[in-house]
Every structure is written in structure tokens, then in C-alpha cells.
């Protein structure tokens, strides 16, 4: 089992930068493959970016790449999403999330694929 704590949100103009950072309880953390989502008021819940348990892959919705990289260290429990270059259309909270890689490098982009989640931060991009 993994609890997950999210930190890092906050106001920022168009065009800034923040880091999120997820805090991961749990000596397995290593196994976990991780993804961050985010969800504007009146929207679905959104696929960001995620990682494999060892780092080796990385995925990314098509609106960030370029602007956004997802980065781990297991050794602090610890998974980042850094976000240059933030537009308005970037305002939402973010979700960091977990599931069992279950020795798979596989990435998912669904919610239901994850099975453990934060409490979300937000992220407000003002124009």
C-alpha cells in the first residue's frame, strides 16, 4: 500500500514555471509505476505524464510535452513534475497516482488503471 501527498501547486503568470512534488509513503515505492493527472472545473480527469518503476520510460499527453518532465527518486520516495512554460489551459489540480508495475515497464494513461491517489494540489495559471 502507498499514500501518496502532493505539494508544490500554487498561482503562477502564464509562462512561469512550478515543481510538483509527490511524497510517497511505503518500502515499495520502487515498484510502483507513478502518473500525474490534473482535472479543470467541469472536466474529466485528465492523463498528464507518467513513469516506470525504474525510470527507464516516461510518457507524456500530447498538451505538455516539450514543457513538462516527470522525474523519480525512489530513494526519497519521491515523484516531480516539473512544469515550464505554463499556460492558462494548464490550470487544474493535480493528482499524483500510483499502481503496481507488477514487473511491467507498461504505462497507463487511465484513471481506473491507478490504485492509489494524493489528495491533489492546485495549479492556477493566470494570464
Known amino acids: 500500500q502507498v499514500q501518496l501527498v502532493e505539494s508544490g501547486g500554487g498561482l503562477v503568470q502564464a509562462g512561469g514555471s512550478l515543481r510538483l512534488s509527490c511524497a510517497a509513503s511505503?518500502?515499495?515505492?520502487?515498484?510502483?509505476?507513478m502518473g500525474w493527472f490534473r482535472q479543470a472545473p467541469g472536466k474529466e480527469r485528465e492523463f498528464v505524464a507518467a513513469i516506470s518503476w525504474s525510470s527507464i520510460s516516461t510518457y507524456y499527453t500530447d498538451s505538455v510535452k516539450g514543457r513538462f518532465t516527470i522525474s523519480r527518486d525512489n530513494a526519497k520516495n519521491t515523484v516531480y513534475l516539473q512544469m515550464n512554460s505554463l499556460k492558462s489551459e494548464d490550470t487544474a489540480v493535480y493528482y499524483c497516482?500510483?499502481?503496481?508495475?507488477?514487473?511491467?515497464?507498461?504505462?497507463?494513461?487511465?484513471?481506473?488503471?491507478?490504485?492509489?491517489w494524493g489528495q491533489g494540489t492546485q495549479v492556477t495559471v493566470s494570464s
Open positions: 497516482a500510483a499502481t503496481p508495475s507488477r514487473g511491467s515497464p507498461t504505462l497507463a494513461s487511465l484513471p481506473r488503471k491507478y490504485d492509489y
Open positions: 511505503g518500502r515499495t515505492f520502487s515498484s510502483y509505476n
